[in-house]
């Protein structure tokens, strides 16, 4: 079983930058797809980014596109989302989550992941 505990959320103004970490303990994540999804207040949970896992490999939702950028360490078991340009329609909270298969990117769908974080909130203020 692995755990995901997210972290680095917080209160930014518009326009800031802000970096979020995942880290996985218990099984290894080494070599599974990770991703980022988020969910903003009276909506649906949505998915942000991709990164399969070797790091070689990433997909974004269009809106995120050249604004986030995620990335990983699989030494220290760790994924990142660096958001920049933060807009408050980014304010949700935002949710890492592991891929279900070995050796694969992951994409939109949340059936694709077999675990998820407790999430960390961001909230961009205007």
């Known amino acids: 079983q692995v755990q995901l505990v997210e972290s680095g959320g917080g209160l930014v103004q518009a326009g800031d930058s802000l970096k979020l970490s995942c880290t996985a303990s218990?099984?290894?994540?080494?070599?599974?797809?990770m991703g980022w999804f988020r969910q903003g207040p009276g909506k649906e949970r949505e998915f942000v980014a991709a990164?399969?896992?070797?790091?070689?490999?990433?997909t974004y939702a269009d809106s995120m596109k050249g604004r986030f950028t995620i990335s990983r360490s699989n030494a220290k078991s760790t994924v990142y989302l660096q958001m920049n340009s933060l807009k408050p329609e980014d304010t949700a909270h935002y949710f890492c989550?592991?891929?279900?298969?070995?050796?694969?990117?992951?994409?939109?769908?949340?059936?694709?992941?077999?675990?998820w974080g407790q999430g960390t909130q961001v909230t961009v203020s205007s």
């Open positions: 218990g099984r290894s994540v080494s070599f599974y797809g």
């Open positions: 990164i399969d896992w070797s790091g070689g490999a990433t």
């Open positions: 989550a592991a891929g279900s298969r070995y050796f694969s990117l992951p994409g939109y769908r949340e059936n694709e992941y077999g675990a």
